[in-house]
């Protein structure tokens, strides 16, 4: 059985998560809020942007790819869009960047990576 490819760094082929949620926020500009009649008026800058948050059991081969990544100001990104059901391409960068050792193994573990990656 072949897997679906979740996520794109750079052009190379990111391993299956093992966990993968998708948020779209909005911005709104600070001239919204409460009017005199107690109603909310928002005004919207921009909407539908993307945050994914993933998590990864991997070798210690993807903890050095996947924590050069992190180190990257933005990385060019094709994600599983939840909205088309297909590859979607936009500029994200790397946040909240955490890993932790899951089971050590003879070829230097087996690592737990997690992060969020935020649209730019």
């Given at each position: 059985?072949?897997?679906?490819?979740?996520?794109?760094f750079n052009g190379e082929n990111i391993p299956t998560p093992v966990s993968y949620a998708v948020s779209l926020d909005t911005v709104e500009?600070?001239?919204g809020g409460e009017t005199e009649a107690g109603t909310k008026q928002r005004d919207v800058i921009r909407?539908?942007?993307?945050?994914?948050?993933v998590s990864f059991a991997v070798t210690a081969i993807w903890l050095l790819k996947l924590?050069?990544?992190s180190k990257m100001d933005k990385l060019t990104?094709?994600?599983?869009?939840?909205e088309t059901l297909a590859l979607a391409e936009t500029e994200m960068f790397i946040d909240g960047f955490s890993v932790s050792l899951k089971k050590?193994?003879?070829?230097k573990g087996l690592w737990e990576v997690s992060f969020k990656l935020q649209e730019l």
């Amino acid at each position: 059985m072949a897997f679906y490819q979740y996520l794109v760094f750079n052009g190379e082929n990111i391993p299956t998560p093992v966990s993968y949620a998708v948020s779209l926020d909005t911005v709104e500009a600070d001239s919204g809020g409460e009017t005199e009649a107690g109603t909310k008026q928002r005004d919207v800058i921009r909407s539908g942007i993307v945050t994914i948050s993933v998590s990864f059991a991997v070798t210690a081969i993807w903890l050095l790819k996947l924590t050069a990544y992190s180190k990257m100001d933005k990385l060019t990104v094709r994600y599983f869009d939840t909205e088309t059901l297909a590859l979607a391409e936009t500029e994200m960068f790397i946040d909240g960047f955490s890993v932790s050792l899951k089971k050590d193994t003879s070829y230097k573990g087996l690592w737990e990576v997690s992060f969020k990656l935020q649209e730019l």
